[in-house]
């Protein structure tokens, strides 16, 4: 069974900084994509980053400069470096599978091409 399991939120000031985890586990991990998505109370949810299994990343335009995605195979473990925290970015986050082959030079960022979804972890930004 695939497992999911997010940490790392919590209340942080605008222009500071969080680092969120994902530990993965029953499935082959880095065959995978996987990625990190947000969503807010009555919003759709957001790709916010995602990564290959050869490292490929692709991010939000909202977060590229300010939001860092990786992973440790070794440790089954996606990571999710925030920067610059907004308050547009206060959501909860949770991390995702995605697909097994994936032929493009970049991992997608629809919803729609994930599944086995974490619980999620809180992150909230305030001024």
């Known amino acids: 069974q695939v497992r999911l399991v997010e940490s790392g939120g919590g209340s942080v000031q605008a222009g500071r900084s969080l680092s969120l985890s994902c530990a993965a586990a029953?499935?082959?991990?880095?065959?995978?994509?996987i990625g990190w998505f947000r969503q807010t109370p009555g919003k759709e949810r957001e790709g916010v980053a995602s990564?290959?299994?050869?490292?490929?990343?692709s991010y939000a335009d909202s977060v590229k400069g300010r939001f860092t995605i990786s992973k440790d195979n070794a440790k089954h473990t996606l990571y999710l470096q925030l920067n610059s925290l907004k308050l547009e970015d206060t959501a909860m986050y949770s991390c995702a599978r995605g697909p097994l082959l994936w032929a493009r030079p970049s991992p997608p960022m629809d919803r729609y091409d994930y599944n086995s979804w974490g619980q999620g972890t809180q992150v909230t930004v305030s001024s």
């Open positions: 990564i290959d299994s050869f490292g490929s990343t």
């Open positions: 029953g499935y082959t991990y880095s065959a995978y994509c």
